[in-house]
């Protein structure tokens, strides 16, 4: 019953001087708008860096050359990965926790049909890489082993560069593109991916590894290098298993000694792992930022209370005079702030909805998907926040208000 | 000891401005028994001001014995204080002091709320006193929208609402025309003949002076002489 008539006592006090209440909430709303928004956008790009990440296919493990970053003892002649270690790595009988081994070699080249041209990166793939990262065709055929046999000159092209190279993706089976200038006849057609980064899934072209190596391969590079070997376990509870087989299998092959590789291996879970400690990051800084307008709301709430005490030291005093103790008068001024601080906060979760609604139209726009979550955790995280700015900020206005004695209160001009 | 309401015994009260002290009471004793009506007369600087203040519990002596209505209370804390005047002290000023935003109901409301009264008798009673000083019809009026004199008859019920021990008044008449002055003055009047109210006008008019059945002259912080009248 206290607590009503206090809050009906604020309200009354508040709404007396509406534009200074107003201008007073804004800084709050901002701050707490921005807050929740910087939350709610980081919320969704980790969402969808996890999806695109679990899109590329499931319980993969992706080697390549080189040492893993941050080793500190260097390999004395490192090798380069091969068709022949890809081989290894699939045979079931050493590594039985590997099911499908797909061994890739990219580049980057130009594709030509007509006038039209574009600049995409080639992968050389077996049909092993179809399996592995859950591609498919829309049309046409998936490269096929007898390809890579053949080394023959033909490619399946993503959804993207055909609508770039023939103004569609259907119907462009059977025709010839030039891939650096060497023709290539078009076998399939991607099924799109969507999401942010599988785009470039939907704009690379695929050759068979063979014959990338013999017409794409730089000079200086072994004949059978490979870029990079993706590697499915046979389960998500082999992938550990899966790890060890092949770290074995490669330190033999490549006589290197245990512990020292001159290739890394990563899991999908390592990478999953990575992007979402990036993105929690930096979610971390902007909310931090967003935080920063929310402490100066917080200080705008301090002064227009400091200044309310001010012009009511009189009323404090006829409060006072009339019985009210100091804590009377402490409820009362705290119960203004915090009532600002609230408001503010409520309207700044419409704020921030509104923020999260425009970024995910503009992000739309620009043909990534970004949903913004704005969690209930979030809403009353930020309203009880706000409360408590209204609080800390509102506590030493109301405590002078508080210690006012009655008499000097009262002789007051 | 107890048969005065207000028994206060060598009152002094020194003040510190800078380096200098000032002594605005220097051992002034007052008495007053229930149900009589006081005018406190004095220049400026006699240390009326003083007098009322530590009268109405609003300040401590620095010296001397103050007890009101069978309770010493020179020494108490400040939210004993606070306490002591909402039971004991209704206050009346020469500006009103009403809360501008508030109704008139509310703020006769005011102290009872401070005591922590069920809502519904403080309701019932701030009624009762509104009705009591004629602003039956005004009650759900902010102050701006009523006359000097139905401010200052707001501000009486709300002195007289709590049952008070003593009712301070300073300067009553002192922002009205002098009809509206007159009218209060009679209400305070008819309030003591009726209830037995204990009225302390604090005044440098010798007309309210007149009307009250004793007048206390401060002069130096000293009580002057006792005029019975």
Not at chain 1, 128 to 156: C, H, L, P, R, W
Not at chain 1, 335 to 361: D, F, H, K, N, R
Not at chain 2, 35 to 55: A, Q, R
Request: hydrophobic share 45%.
């Amino acid at each position: 019953m206290k607590i009503i008539l206090s809050i009906r006592e604020a309200l009354n006090s508040l709404t007396a001087s509406k534009l200074r209440s107003s201008l007073t909430i804004l800084g709050i709303v901002i701050g707490v708008g921005a807050v929740i928004a910087m939350l709610a956008i980081g919320r969704g790009a980790t969402s969808s860096v996890t999806s695109s990440i679990n899109s590329i296919g499931t319980n993969l493990i992706f080697i390549s050359s080189g040492s893993p970053s941050g080793s500190t003892t260097k390999v004395t002649n490192p090798k380069q990965l091969t068709l022949d270690d890809a081989e290894a790595l699939a045979n079931t009988l050493a590594a039985p926790a590997i099911s499908t081994v797909a061994p890739i070699v990219t580049s980057r080249a130009q594709i030509t049909y007509g006038s039209e041209s574009t600049d995409v990166s080639v992968l050389g793939i077996t049909a092993a890489y179809a399996t592995v990262t859950s591609e498919s065709v829309t049309e046409g055929t998936f490269i096929t082993d007898a390809q890579n046999t053949g080394k023959m000159t033909v490619a399946v092209i993503g959804p993207d560069t055909a609508k770039t190279l023939f103004g569609a993706s259907t119907g462009v089976v059977g025709k010839v593109i030039h891939i650096n200038g060497q023709s290539f006849h078009v076998v399939g057609v991607l099924k799109a991916k969507g999401g942010s980064t599988s785009s470039s899934q939907d704009t690379s072209v695929l050759i068979p590894i063979t014959t990338a190596q013999a017409r794409l391969m730089h000079f200086g590079e072994a004949k059978n290098a490979v870029d990079s070997i993706e590697v499915q376990a046979a389960s998500s509870d082999k992938v550990t298993e899966a790890v060890d087989q092949i770290t074995n299998i490669l330190n033999i092959r490549h006589g290197t000694a245990v512990g020292v590789n001159d290739f890394t291996v990563r899991t999908q879970a390592d990478i999953l792992s990575t992007a979402t400690s990036i993105t929690g990051v930096l979610t971390l800084f902007l909310g931090g930022i967003a935080g920063i307008s929310l402490l100066v709301g917080g200080i705008g709430i301090m002064n227009i209370m400091l200044v309310s005490v001010t012009e009511r030291t009189r009323e404090i005093g006829l409060r006072k005079a009339l019985g009210a103790r100091r804590s009377d008068i402490l409820v009362q001024f705290l119960t203004e702030s915090i009532l600002l601080g609230l408001v503010g906060g409520l309207i700044g979760v419409l704020l921030a909805w509104g923020i999260t609604s425009a970024v995910q139209v503009i992000a739309a726009a620009s043909s990534t998907t970004l949903n913004p979550q704005i969690g209930l955790d979030s809403v009353l995280l930020a309203t009880l926040f706000s409360m408590a700015v209204g609080l800390v900020f509102g506590l030493y206005p109301a405590n002078r208000a508080a210690s006012l004695q009655p008499v000097e209160a009262l002789r007051f001009e | 000891m107890t048969e005065y309401v207000v028994d206060a015994q060598d009152l002094t009260k020194v003040y510190q401005m800078g380096n200098i002290e000032v002594q605005a009471l220097r051992g002034a004793s007052i008495q007053i028994a229930p149900s009589e009506v006081v005018s406190i007369m004095g220049p400026s600087g006699s240390g009326k001001s003083t007098m009322m203040n530590i009268l109405g519990c609003l300040d401590r002596p620095s010296s001397g014995e103050y007890t009101l209505d069978g309770e010493l209370v020179s020494n108490l804390s400040d939210d004993r204080l606070s306490f002591i005047r909402n039971e004991k002290v209704g206050f009346i000023f020469q500006n009103f002091n009403l809360l501008k935003l508030t109704s008139a109901l509310d703020n006769v409301e005011l102290p009872m709320r401070y005591s922590g009264k069920p809502s519904r008798k403080v309701h019932e009673k701030a009624k009762a006193a509104l009705e009591a000083v004629g602003l039956g019809d005004r009650m759900h009026h902010r102050p701006n929208e009523l006359s000097g004199g139905q401010q200052q008859r707001v501000a009486i019920a709300r002195a007289l609402v709590n049952d008070p021990a003593i009712i301070l008044a300073d300067e009553p008449t002192g922002a009205l025309d002098s009809k509206s002055g007159r009218e209060v003055m009679e209400l305070l009047l008819n309030l003591n003949k009726e209830r037995g109210t204990t009225l302390i006008f604090v005044t440098h008019d010798p007309n309210i002076a007149a009307m009250t059945q004793r007048v206390i002259h401060l002069r130096d912080g000293l009580v002057e002489d006792l005029q019975q009248q």
